[in-house]
């Protein structure tokens, strides 16, 4: 009977530390999982300042006044007009998209000597922009003109009437 009472208070005791242990083990893994996601909340704050802050190229395009010509400008600092790649996609009859990039790298090496040591340095630089936007249907997309100068990249686009492709079909047999 006593070694009974002895194995009974045991488990109860054993139940009883497992229950404050267990507790107390879930109490700390939720507080940490709070802590995480508070960080997490801050974390989103600051890239969206951070994304707030950035100098993304402010792209303005339409017509002008006299509907004759398409424009897009853009203000491309950093840049040179060797960096900048224009392309215009017109497969698709219905949408034709023009694709504007930039891209400049840049290398630098600066060697230095110190005593009959020489150190050399090298730094490297990678910029890049590109951004897409559909066109208008009634723009000529063959005569494309467009500068850089001053930071500000000016695209025209001549404006005509919208093209309409008809295929004549004529009845088999007719000549003509």
């Known amino acids: 009977m006593q070694r009974r009472n002895i194995f009974i208070v045991t488990v109860l005791f054993a139940c009883s530390i497992s229950q404050i242990y267990s507790k107390s083990i879930f109490d700390d893994l939720q507080n940490s999982i709070d802590e995480m996601q508070k960080e997490f909340a801050e974390m989103k704050k600051d890239m969206e300042e951070i994304a707030k802050k950035q100098d993304l190229p402010k792209v303005e395009s339409g017509y002008d006044k006299d509907k004759k010509v398409y424009f897009i400008k853009m203000q491309l600092p950093g840049f040179e007009k060797k960096d900048i790649e224009i392309k215009v996609d017109s497969t698709n009859e219905k949408e034709r998209i023009i694709f504007i990039s930039a891209e400049k790298k840049s290398e630098k090496e600066h060697v230095s000597k110190v005593n009959s040591f020489e150190k050399k340095e090298f730094k490297s630089g990678f910029k890049q922009f590109q951004t897409t936007q559909t066109l208008p249907a009634d ?38």
């Open 139 to 176: 723009v000529k997309v063959d005569k494309i003109d467009w500068s850089y100068e001053n930071n500000l990249l000016e695209i025209k686009i001549p404006v005509g009437e919208k093209e309409r492709k008809i295929k004549v079909i004529k009845a088999r047999g007719q000549k003509g």
